[in-house]
């Protein structure tokens, strides 16, 4: 079955630490992956995706995706944690077989000064 | 930017009414995408829709239904509200491309829905 594994509920670094929010999938076929951040009693905003080519992906606010093919991960890193990037973090994969989007179960970053 | 506005952020209905969540997209996306987020499950599809008058089942539909009349517009649907159907709901949309296209789903922000 196709699936998305967020392990940690939660994920506690300092400001200015760098921080590591892990994901690992399990898909048939090539993955998309996608990670996604939530504020609190807002939506989902899009960070970065993968799709194919260089497996350090850059995205939005400073975030940087490393994709693993052979540990089948795409974990979630920032060299430098901010109090804003404390939020709920959504890893997202493609399921080769139904093209739906598996949601992970999320991971809540507490980011303190 | 795109911008997919739900009519609601906050909604308490009762047991047993029928219950309409309305969601706009203003980018032309061919694609949008009901979801219900509870703690510790993530997101789980309810239905999508790829065009005007088309919609797909997804994950939980039971208890829901959908319209999309227009393409801007999907609307939600829960046929007689239940206690267990008390949920953030989300919609999204994306381009054409189908579920599985490359593009990012674009999020509204949410109708927090409480039922009595």
């Known amino acids: 079955a196709q699936s998305v594994a967020q392990p940690e509920d939660q994920v506690n670094v300092a400001e200015g630490n760098p921080l590591t929010v892990k994901c690992t999938y399990s898909?048939?076929?090539?993955?998309?992956l996608f990670w996604y951040v939530q504020y609190p009693n807002r939506g989902l905003q899009f960070l970065l995706k993968?799709?194919?080519?260089?497996?350090l992906v850059k995205g939005s606010y400073g975030f940087e995706a490393e994709f693993n093919k052979s540990q089948t991960s795409f974990h979630l890193k920032k060299p430098s944690a901010l109090v804003s990037d404390s939020a709920l973090y959504f890893c997202?994969?493609?399921?080769?077989?139904?093209?739906?989007?598996?949601f992970g179960t999320g991971t809540r970053l507490q980011v303190f000064p | 930017d795109v911008k997919v506005t739900q009519s609601s952020r906050y909604l308490v209905k009762r047991t047993g009414e029928k219950v309409f969540l309305e969601c706009v997209q203003d980018?032309?996306?061919?694609?949008m995408f009901w979801y219900r987020q509870d703690p510790g499950l993530g997101l789980r599809l309810i239905y999508f829709?790829?065009?005007?008058?088309?919609?797909e089942k997804g994950d939980i539909p039971e208890g829901y239904s959908v319209s999309r009349e227009k393409k801007e517009r999907f609307s939600l649907i829960l046929e007689s509200a239940s206690t267990n159907q008390t949920s953030m709901y989300l919609c999204?949309?994306?381009?054409?491309?189908?579920?599985?296209?490359?593009?990012?789903?674009?999020f509204g922000d949410g109708t927090r829905l409480s039922i009595l």
């Open positions: 999204a949309s994306t381009q054409s491309g189908g579920l599985g296209s490359n593009q990012p789903q674009h």
């Open positions: 898909v048939s076929g090539n993955p998309y």
């Open positions: 993968y799709i194919t080519g260089d497996n």
């Open positions: 997202a994969v493609r399921d080769g077989d139904t093209d739906k989007l598996i």
């Open positions: 980018m032309d996306h061919e694609n």
């Open positions: 829709s790829y065009d005007v008058k088309m919609k």
